[in-house]
């Protein structure tokens, strides 16, 4: 089923593509598999897949050390600065640095590794109370701040859209944060590609890639719906 799924998915991110007016290799598709077995990342390995998503430190960790190593492993939701230390050197990319706190000790630990940890800033596009983020006003501030941190390189910006019933509704906050990247990358701050643009999930995927995403991260689409009890 993971397989046919996953068919669909690349189908439909082929078709957002084509109405963009953009390559299919302008865009990562993450498969979210939190709170799924191991046994069904593997089902997706022999096609190829080999970006994971992942939001909890622990479960990446774990499913790091029972798959092959060439797996790249996406650090989606809230980190923790104590926890910093377990994921520094296994996850490919941070995808939710929304402080300088969390940034520093980031940096830290990959001076004591001596490696760049690749981050992006997650913005909360929407404003939204409940969401983690850093207001879009307040992103440029946060970058060049983040950007002078020796272990650390600012990739881009993310952001988790909110959860809405037609996605067209988030086809603004999408164009919003593209704008805000197409900005930030003009500004040439040291150690900022701005060249990630990660978001979408499994709603509003295709509106986000029309929007510019480079990378959408997709759970359910992919592995069916999540069972949290
Ligand atoms: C769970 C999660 C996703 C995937 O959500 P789906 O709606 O299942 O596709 C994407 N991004 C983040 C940050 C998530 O936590």
Known sequence: MV???????EKRICAACERAGRSRDEV???AVSKTKPVSMIEE???GGT????ENKVQELCEKYDQLPR???????????????K????????????????????????????????PILIEVNVAGEESKFGVPLEETEQLV???????????QGLMTIAPFVEDPEENRTHFSNLKKLCVDLKRKNIDNVTMSVL?????????VAIEEGATMVRVGTGIFGERNYS
Request: aromatic share 4%; proline share 2%.
């Open 3 to 9: 397989i046919e799924n996953l068919a669909e998915v």
């Open 28 to 30: 990562t598709l993450i």
């Open 44 to 46: 997706l390995l022999p």
């Open 50 to 53: 080999r970006d994971f998503g």
């Open 70 to 84: 060439d797996i790249r492993w996406h650090l989606i939701g809230h980190l923790q600065r104590n926890k910093v």
């Open 86 to 117: 377990y994921v520094a050197d296994k996850a490919c990319l941070i995808h939710s640095v929304d402080s300088l706190r969390l940034a520093e000790a980031i940096s830290a630990e990959a001076v004591k590794r001596q490696c760049i940890v």
């Open 144 to 154: 060049r701040k983040i950007a002078e941190l020796p272990g650390i390189s600012v």
């Open 198 to 206: 990660s978001m979408g999930m499994t709603g509003d995927y295709e």
